[in-house]
């Protein structure tokens, strides 16, 4: 080693990888790379009469290592149940599925079919649909089911997804529509409409960040006030007002609203024996004023005033909506009914369910939590 090397050191390192020179010691290592995948469970079941029932249950995995079929063989009287499962990637001539194989939405099943020996038990098919314009959006359309060896039947159909795969309106084959508006980051379901399509629905407590199908939201306006009917916050209406548009000009709508300050204009309102005044509740010296509109002819629906408002509602005169609030991670703070009579959820430190209260605020469940001191 020099005692004074130069600044300029690349001719001493092209110099001492002369392979004479033995300055540097290495050697290969290899990282190991595989599967190892469950080849078996083996569950042992101990009787009160002494004797046990033993299930294994072993497995088969495709190309992609996902689980193609599961056998299990039951100690009793050697019963062999058996699911087979097929992915996107074992069906040929699907443009959808050959669509998710593209996107690498390999470990979705789309087939499963149980058979107890050697008869077919049941089925079920999972039709994917991409519901998306410009950037796919690959969901479950329909769902067949099977009994025996039958014909599939649809029994399940989905009727859109918002932007993050959340729902928004299902129904069994021939059943009633059902629809959903979502919130809170579109973690939580805040509303659920029965015989309504979702373009048909509107709601806000006002809580998080989604504004529930209004427009005309300012987010300066919304307060927080543990006083609020629903959540933690009410909104101060303005003349501006908000609107709710793309409605049908046939269908009969409900708009309800909690008011600290009377009845709000709502465009559209029926004549006869409308707005109707449902309740007034108290909290903390808080008057809130429960109203309930009905409008029909209109596709645009504006409700106005200059003061607080609360759990803002509209769905079809022939629907029932209920709804809820939330405190993210740790559960449903209140429940609205169809009838606008809300129920009530406080928690623990721990996060753990203390009271649920009624409509004025009545305590009428007390869950206690007791551990057990004893010493082992």
Partial sequence: MLANPPVYQEPYGAEYANPLINIYTY???????????????????????GSTTTNTTSYTYNSHQYVSQSSTTTSVAQQ?????????FDVTGNSVLNQMVGLNMLDYPVKQEQLKNTT?????????????????RIYPQTVDVKKGSGTYETRLHYFGYDEDGNPLSVSKENGVLNSYIWNYNKSYPVAEVKNANAADIAYTSFEADGNGNWTGIISGNTVADVNSVTGSKYYNLTSAGLTKTGLTTTTAYIVSYWSKGGQYAVTGTSAAGWPKNLRTVTINGITWVNWEHKVSGVSTITISGTAGIDELRLYPANAQMTTYTYAPLIGMTSQTDSNNKVTYFEYDAFGRLKLIRDNNKNIIKTFSYQYNSTTY
Avoid at 30 to 49: C, F, H, M, R, W
Avoid at 80 to 88: D, V
């Fill in 120 to 136: 077919p038990i049941s089925g079920i098919t999972t039709n994917y649909y991409n519901f998306g314009s410009t950037v796919p």
């Fill in 27 to 49: 050697a290969p290592y290899q990282i190991p790379v595989g599967y190892k995948n469950l080849a078996s469970t083996t569950e042992t079941l101990y009787n009160d009469d």
């Fill in 80 to 88: 062999f149940l058996k699911t087979n499962i097929t992915y996107p």
